[in-house]
């Protein structure tokens, strides 16, 4: 497997497209969100993030037509479930896994999506009882493989997040990971680094970014409370430092969090509100542009 330290594709030295996940305000995609896009294209983002569920692929269509129109660029968000767990010892499972995630591709292609990142290689808050096993990891890679064919012909790149430990036990740290992208062994196939989760699982960001630097393909931008980027103790100078310094291109994403969507907020045990929607949106893009201009070039 050929691994390049530029996994986005775009030229050294080009700092990120900045995006924001609209999850902050839902996870369900419809024309209510239209007016939500044009404001976040209206501020200065360069797209947007929508999270993938079953709804009929029409409604990422039509979604993905109104962004088109306005200019902006799009990537996803998904997750699995227990009954298609990539990382299962049942092959019915796992065939149900790779069902279930190519439908996120057809799904993320009607949007217009480059990007499918989420923690996808196991069932979201599944837990074993036990630290994860070799065999995991090699149903997972499996799976992502099999998955990361279909996305190819999409032009699509799956992106696997690490979770802290209270909400996954197969990866929680870029070591682990970036194992489990080599294990995959597709050009299709890298993975994302998420700052909030980082905040609780790794020892130093540098030395984190760097390991997961060769398959680097997407960023969460997130505060360590899940408010307003900029506002917590999440390492910052730390991360842009060292994102600089890699010539990192790819998306810098906004993923914030709050109670507007009910349901989404109490699957994720989100209980209070960290910062209001457009709060988060318009402060989230003045901290990135500044951490961004002061090093560029650095």
Known sequence: MSLSNNASGMSAGQWAPIGFNLLVWTAAISEEMNPIAERLKTIGYDGVECFIDQQDVSVYQKFGDHLKQLGLQSTCVTVVGPDENPASESAKVREQAVVQLKGVVDRA????????????????????RREPQPDEYAYSAEVLHAVGDYAKQANIVLAPEALNRFECYLCNTMSQLVELVRRADHPNVRAMFDTHHANMEEKHFPDAIRTIAPVLAHVHISENDRGTPGDGHIPWDDTFRTLSELNYSGWMTIEAFTRNDINFANSINVWREFSKPWDIAENGLKFIKAMQAKYTNA
């Open 109 to 128: 292609h009607a949007l217009g999506a480059t990007v499918i990142c989420g923690p996808f290689h196991s069932a979201f808050a599944t837990f074993s």
